[in-house]
């Protein structure tokens, strides 16, 4: 998938057909979705992020998120505003090029729901298919970040890796600890119940992290009430991969995502910062602190802007 392109205009029109506002909440936004078999990863293949002539250099970018009931904030702050002010920033900052975008939303693992996952659009498509995901259910004891990373390594092809060697992009935002700083995994029989794949042994999550930086650049972006404790578990186990939001400034994830995806691909940090307005720059300013720039992204090979 991947073919047209995204204009600002079709979000309004979408926004305003389903009465979505500013004072709409996760209830309001999702109220009366179901799970749906289409972005049930058991009845999935591989989700492709595919080179077309609307998108001759496609970039995949994967944003992963909680969608248990502590987080329906996050859920309706993604639906109102965040998905379409990323994509408008890519356009506009040009980060990456021609943005690919998948949506993923996750709760426990056993769950019905576990993972749900949209397809990679290049265009409205994307926004519509968000708005018919199930969110507000199930728990969690982690952050389950690896249930995106395996349904990446696993079941996507992307051709700017393929064709290119160019990685894409994963973003999983949650406020649970790192289960990996535990010894977490996936278990063999987790894997079947929500990929309905069959595997020898359990994976740890040290393995299924490795699995999917092959082809992505992986991120933890630690939101909620325990943003301190969690971001110390995701830094034990990605140090330098992980970026901070505080609930009241959620409104400033799309930022945050834009930043680090210049960050890889070359920009300095203080000028990654010194772009936004000023209450936007200490917010990124605060994500980014715990970002560590590596030597690869400077290289001009890793350069797509």
Known sequence: MGYGSYKA????????????????????IFANNQFQEKYDPRFIDKRESCDSADSPQSTPIIIGFDVTGSMGYLAAEIAKNSLNKTITYIYDKQPV??????????????????????????DIRVAEQLLELKVGFGGNLYSYDSLVWYFAAKHTKID??????????????GDEVCGGAEGEKLSAHQIKEVYNDTVAEDYPLAKVYQM?????EVFHIVTGFR????????????PGRNARIEPADIGC?????????????????????????QKEQEVVRQALETI??????????QRSF
């Open 9 to 28: 205009t079709d979000w309004a029109k979408l926004k305003n057909s389903r009465g979505i506002s500013q004072n709409s909440s996760a209830s309001d």
């Open 97 to 122: 090029t021609n943005p690919h975008v998948m949506c993923a939303a996750f709760v426990e693992p056993i769950a019905q729901g576990g993972l749900q996952v949209t397809q990679f659009e290049a």
């Open 160 to 173: 700017s890796f393929d064709k290119r060697g160019k990685k894409g992009f994963i973003f999983c935002v």
């Open 212 to 216: 999917a930086s092959e082809q992505y």
């Open 227 to 238: 943003t301190e404790k969690s971001l110390q578990t995701w830094e034990s186990f990605l």
């Open 253 to 277: 994830l799309s930022e945050v995502i834009t930043s680090i995806m210049q960050l890889v691909n070359g920009m300095d940090k203080k000028s990654v910062i010194a772009q936004w307005p």
């Open 292 to 301: 560590q720039v590596r030597p690869e992204w400077k290289a001009p090979a």
